[in-house]
């Protein structure tokens, strides 16, 4: 049994460059979940699907973010004209579902130079 | 709105030592409380949880703690040890619902030999 996996580990882009990550979960997790996490902070949630349904979507995420699970397999999250500001880890989560604890995966560093 | 805080934000112990780390919440919904242990470069990981129905629960060196009328929860780790520096994360939820976790900032454990 693999844990969650996360692509790229890390992600160097130019100001105004989108950039794409994927999740893979733990296999039979039907729950996924994306945080955001900056220096010295706990986790902050953004969005999460179970199966391909995106059930609820943080304040944070804002129009330049879009997340996907079309299979209800892995999930991508894309960040449009990237900024500043959304340097941080990426962090994906997984659980069973109702009632299951989430298992996070090694996070995609963003640097947005 | 900060709904789970944490303290404190850093803790020196020497090695044999009793680390204890405290997290108040506010949202009274919540019903799952878990810890997470989280290394420099990698993604938090599951170390203990507790639900409300029970005031303490052990799982060998670690324990939590659980006082639901104060709306506080803490973990001691019993006979620290170097390998326990870390970074470590309250969080809670809302467990029926496998909805988003909401965590405390963090405090940095660091165990001297």
């Known amino acids: 049994d693999t844990g969650v996996s996360q692509n790229p580990r890390h992600k160097i882009t130019k100001r105004g460059q989108n950039v794409t990550f994927r999740c893979d979960p733990i296999s039979e997790h039907n729950r996924l979940y994306w945080y955001r996490q900056t220096l010295g902070q706990g986790p902050e949630f953004l969005t999460y699907?179970?199966?391909?349904?995106?059930?609820?979507k943080s304040r944070l995420l804002s129009d330049r973010f879009s997340a996907e699970r079309p299979k209800g397999s892995f999930s991508t999250l894309e960040i449009q004209r990237t900024e500043q500001g959304d340097s941080a880890m990426y962090l994906c989560?997984?659980?069973?579902?109702?009632?299951?604890?989430?298992?996070f995966g090694p996070g995609t560093r963003l640097t947005v130079t | 709105q900060q709904q789970v805080k944490q303290s404190p934000q850093s803790l020196i112990v020497q090695k044999g030592g009793i680390s204890i780390i405290n997290c108040a919440y506010e949202?009274?919904?919540?019903?799952?409380f878990p810890w997470y242990q989280q290394f420099p470069g990698k993604g938090p990981a599951l170390l203990i949880a507790?639900?409300?129905?029970?005031s303490e629960k052990k799982e060998g060196r670690f324990t939590i703690s659980f006082n639901k009328s104060a709306k506080q929860f803490s973990l001691h780790i019993m006979d620290s040890q170097p390998g326990d520096s870390a970074t470590y994360f309250c969080a809670a939820s809302i467990w029926t619902s496998g909805s988003r976790l909401t965590f405390g900032e963090g405090t940095q454990l660091t165990v001297n030999p």
């Open positions: 699907f179970q199966n391909e349904a995106q059930l609820e």
């Open positions: 507790i639900r409300p129905d029970v």
């Open positions: 989560a997984s659980s069973r579902g109702l009632g299951g604890e989430q298992y």
């Open positions: 949202n009274t919904a919540f019903d799952y």
